[in-house]
């Protein structure tokens, strides 16, 4: 018997692949803000394309406040569509789609009230347009030296 022609009730979500799965998401942000406490965001470069993710970004979402995301307009159904448009562009990239955490309000660090789900092209989007436009300029002079560690207490 085929594997796709299997009722559904066969297959359940492994629990270990999703936590090792939000460990992974949560390492990223950790590493991500720590990098914006350590280096001018206006000199990051989190990919080779952020150029092109930054072009086509600002083409496609011209008005979009980075600072501060709104996570109701980001997954709304309008939000969505004009998301997978932009996404389509960028499906080349590796890890374009995986699952990552971005921290809706730019000027607070990473925690779990500040956090968005959403895939990487649109935290890379997001991110190169905060270091861009100077929205993550303030994570530096704010929390330079606390590094965001969840190990440490």
Not at 47 to 76: A, G, W
Request: net charge negative; charged share 35%; glycine share 4%.
């Amino acid at each position: 018997m085929d594997v796709l022609s299997r009722p559904a009730e066969e297959f359940v979500n492994d629990g270990t692949v999703e936590e090792l799965w939000a460990i992974k998401a949560v390492d990223h942000a950790e590493v991500h803000f720590n990098l914006l406490c350590s280096v001018d965001p206006r000199l990051l470069r989190l990919t080779p394309y952020d150029d092109e993710i930054y072009e086509q970004f600002r083409r496609m979402f011209p008005d979009m406040d980075v600072r501060v995301v709104n996570e109701t307009v980001l997954k709304s159904s309008e939000g969505k569509t004009k998301w997978r448009a932009y996404m389509e562009k960028f499906n080349r990239l590796e890890d374009f789609s995986y699952g990552t955490l971005l921290r809706a309000d730019a000027e607070e660090e990473f925690r779990p009230e500040n956090a968005i789900l959403v895939v990487r092209i649109q935290f890379w989007a997001i991110e190169v347009a905060r270091n861009r436009e100077g929205h993550n300029d303030i994570v530096r002079m704010k929390f330079r030296g606390r590094n965001v560690n969840r190990d440490v207490e």
